[in-house]
């Protein structure tokens, strides 16, 4: 019997590591769809930059994405290579 239930939570547990990886990969493509110019929904011009927020000195940017056309809205968690703590810049 405990042999069963430890398959299926390894099984379940499997499950739940391919659906966020695919969640992640779904994520990924439309950013790039939204640096191209476009809607990932619609497939139209007109998305843009609403928010922009920074989590801290070397930590990554909350950016906001929506569309006019649609209504399309969406946040990303992006690095900042540009950022850097303090006056001197980093090192």
């Known amino acids: 019997m405990d042999y069963y239930l430890l398959a299926f939570l390894l099984i379940v547990l499997i499950g739940s590591v391919l659906v966020y990886?695919?969640?992640?990969k779904e994520k990924r493509e439309e950013l790039k769809t939204i640096h191209r110019g476009f809607c990932p929904a619609c497939k139209q011009e007109g998305i843009?930059?609403?928010?922009?927020?920074s989590s801290g000195c070397s930590g990554p940017q909350l950016l906001t994405f929506?569309?006019?056309?649609?209504?399309?809205?969406?946040?990303?968690?992006?690095d900042n290579p540009k950022?850097?703590?303090?006056s001197g810049g980093c090192h």
């Open 21 to 24: 990886i695919y969640y992640l």
């Open 48 to 53: 843009e930059l609403i928010d922009q927020r």
């Open 66 to 78: 929506e569309c006019s056309a649609c209504g399309y809205t969406n946040s990303f968690a992006v």
């Open 83 to 86: 950022s850097c703590c303090g």
